[in-house]
């Protein structure tokens, strides 16, 4: 299973980007879909997740601002960014937990390579 992220670059201060993410491979189901971000000199921390049958996960910092959307039969998902910052420089991570049909007895985590999010003026 791959997760591959494209739609980073540089945006001005309260500006819009999007990122997507696809998920390939070996895919029987995905029961999260997701996004996490790792911004200068911090750990790595989630931003928003859509898990099956249960509600939207955003962290307080992007509430308002960022939308996630997920196409569960694509394995595809997406975070719509609007009125970013410069705290909302950071690469991110798509994320999913996964149920591959090379390992069937149970989900596991899968990351992408990750894609610089640069907010400056």
């Known amino acids: 299973v791959q997760l591959v992220e494209s739609g980073g670059g540089f945006v001005h201060p309260g500006g819009p980007l999007t990122l997507s993410c696809a998920a390939s491979?070996?895919?029987?189901?995905?029961?999260?879909m997701g996004w996490y971000r790792q911004r200068p000199g911090r750990e790595r921390e989630v931003v928003a997740t859509?898990?099956?049958?249960?509600?939207?996960f955003y962290i307080d910092a992007v509430k308002g601002r960022f939308t996630i959307s997920r196409d569960k039969v694509k394995h595809t998902v997406s975070l719509q960014m609007n009125r970013l910052n410069v705290r909302d420089t950071a690469v991110y991570y798509c994320?999913?937990?996964?149920?591959?049909?090379?390992?069937?007895?149970?989900?596991?985590?899968?990351w992408g390579q990750g894609t610089q999010v640069t907010v400056s003026s």
């Open positions: 994320y999913g937990r996964i149920l591959s049909t090379d390992n069937p007895d149970r989900y596991a985590e899968y």
């Open positions: 491979g070996s895919i029987a189901t995905a029961y999260n």
């Open positions: 859509t898990p099956n049958g249960g509600d939207i």
